[in-house]
């Protein structure tokens, strides 16, 4: 079994829409977790950083931990043709530098 | 917030030539880095752990005579792709995190390998 799961998708949605993108993990050590945004032919870029359970909103932006289920989602309000890339789920242990990632799902809001 | 730069953002070399990538922590101290490799459409890859003033830690598979990872500084960390070859060509990837932080990425280095 995966440390991490994610539906790798594609997802397309029409603009305006609310997208809700999922990861599930199997190991209950995880504390922190992040999503990241991933335009093609770029790195990576941070978007969302929570520890524990709970939620967090920046924005359009809301992420939600549920440790209890071992489920993570990010939500995307009012979804713009810009939010169209590739996310990927990522979380790690309270200690130490090991980080482990989903398979990204690719997402297409169209106009 | 935290930056990392990774230079050059895309190369191309001829086959047998060996090509180096930069991988820097801009406004903060990273004594471990990462780096990734990437083919289309597919998720991060983790090739290998770089740690400050001692040797690399390689994933299985990875060829750590190939890839040679140097890490001299708290703040740089070189990938050194030798001897490349056509099946080399992909999208290399850096990332650090300052402390108990989330890791921040460099913007990727595309390398084709003619």
């Known amino acids: 079994q995966k440390e991490v799961e994610q539906d790798p998708g594609p997802l397309s949605v029409p603009e305006g829409a609310i997208v809700s993108l999922n990861c599930t993990y199997s190991?209950?050590?995880?504390?922190?977790f992040m999503w990241y945004r991933q335009y093609s032919r770029k790195g990576p870029e941070l978007l969302m950083y929570?520890?524990?359970?709970g939620n967090k909103e920046d924005g359009r932006f809301t992420a939600q931990v549920d440790k209890s289920s071992k489920y993570i989602s990010l939500f995307i309000r009012d979804s713009q043709p810009s939010d169209s890339a590739t996310y990927l789920c990522?979380?790690?242990?309270?200690?130490?530098?090991?980080?482990?990632f989903g398979t990204g799902t690719s997402l297409t809001v169209i106009p | 917030g935290a930056v990392v730069s990774q230079h050059p953002s895309w190369v191309i070399c001829k086959s047998g030539t060996s090509v180096k990538i930069e991988c820097r922590s801009l406004?903060?101290?990273?004594?471990?880095m990462f780096w990734y490799r990437q083919f289309p459409k597919q998720s991060l890859m983790l090739m290998a752990t770089?740690?400050?003033?001692?040797?690399?830690?390689?994933e299985q598979g990875v060829e750590k005579d190939k890839f040679l990872i140097n890490h001299a500084s708290l703040t740089l960390s070189t990938l050194t792709v030798t001897s490349a070859h056509p099946e080399d060509s992909s999208f290399y990837i850096c990332?650090?995190?300052?402390?108990?932080?989330?890791?921040?990425f460099g913007n990727g280095t595309r390398l084709t390998v003619t």
């Open positions: 190991n209950s050590a995880f504390q922190y």
């Open positions: 929570t520890y524990s359970s």
């Open positions: 770089s740690n400050e003033g001692s040797k690399a830690t390689y």
């Open positions: 406004d903060f101290q990273a004594t471990t």
């Open positions: 990332s650090a995190s300052p402390g108990n932080s989330p890791l921040h």
């Open positions: 990522a979380m790690s242990r309270i200690t130490g530098n090991q980080f482990y």
